[in-house]
């Protein structure tokens, strides 16, 4: 069975500051990988989309990593600003079968300072 | 292209009541899914399709259907609610090809009293 781990939950940061949330996943044989950020109160905004076969995704401010073989997904976000301020959800789609199960990590909450 | 939408946005139920939750997309796409958010538990799968006219169940089934006649609409039902199903439910779809790129609606708040 899938599992998908978010550390830290909650982190708090200056505006300014470089910042890594992290996701780990206990099967690699996964189809993808997405990251998405949900305000209070709002649904989820996907922001990337790794492929199992692809290393790193940008968007902006924001990189994706993907390391199948350890099991690992890192987003970082640059220049961090308030309103980055959010849960960071990742979620990971397996490869197996004929319906591809998508696992949802707890998510990390962040909060940026000004 | 209003991407994924739910109605209502917000409801309180009495134990034993029914409603029906309604999803619809835009984006043509074959998978739709219905998840409930609860505190410290992340988004758990209640049922799912992979096309017009199928249902399939996720984890977390009992006490709720599905019915998807028409390829964008996906319908969640509670046929006699219970407080266990208070909850935030997001109903999401994706595309049968390609990324698999998961699109959510912006949820539905449900009490049941």
């Known amino acids: 069975k899938q599992e998908v781990t978010q550390i830290p939950a909650a982190l708090s940061v200056p505006e300014g500051e470089n910042l890594v949330l992290n996701c780990s996943f206990t099967?690699?044989?996964?189809?993808?990988l997405q990251w998405f950020r949900q305000d209070p109160g709002k649904g989820l905004t996907s922001l990337l989309l790794?492929?199992?076969?692809?290393r790193e995704q940008t968007s902006g401010r924001l990189n994706a990593s993907l390391d199948k073989s350890s099991g690992r997904s890192t987003l970082y976000i640059a220049a961090s600003q308030p309103g980055d301020s959010a849960t960071y959800l990742c979620?990971?789609?397996?490869?197996?079968?004929?319906?591809?199960?998508?696992?949802f990590g707890t998510g990390t909450k962040l909060q940026v300072i000004p | 292209n209003a991407g994924v939408t739910q109605t209502p946005k917000f409801r309180v139920l009495k134990t034993g009541q029914s409603m029906t939750l309604l999803c619809a997309q835009d984006?043509?796409?074959?998978?739709m899914y219905w998840y409930r958010q609860d505190p410290g538990m992340g988004l758990r799968l209640i049922h799912y399709s992979v096309g017009e006219g199928t249902t399939a169940k996720g984890e977390v089934p009992d006490g709720y259907n599905v019915s998807r006649l028409k390829k964008q609409n996906f319908l969640l039902g509670l046929e006699s609610a219970a407080p266990s199903q208070t909850s935030v439910y997001f109903c999401?779809?994706?595309?049968?090809?390609?990324?698999?790129?998961?699109?959510f609606g912006p949820g539905t708040r449900l009490t049941v009293l």
């Open positions: 979620a990971v789609r397996g490869s197996s079968g004929g319906y591809q199960k998508v696992t």
């Open positions: 790794i492929q199992s076969s692809q």
């Open positions: 984006m043509n796409h074959e998978y």
């Open positions: 999401a779809s994706s595309g049968l090809a390609g990324a698999n790129e998961q699109f």
């Open positions: 099967d690699s044989a996964i189809y993808n």
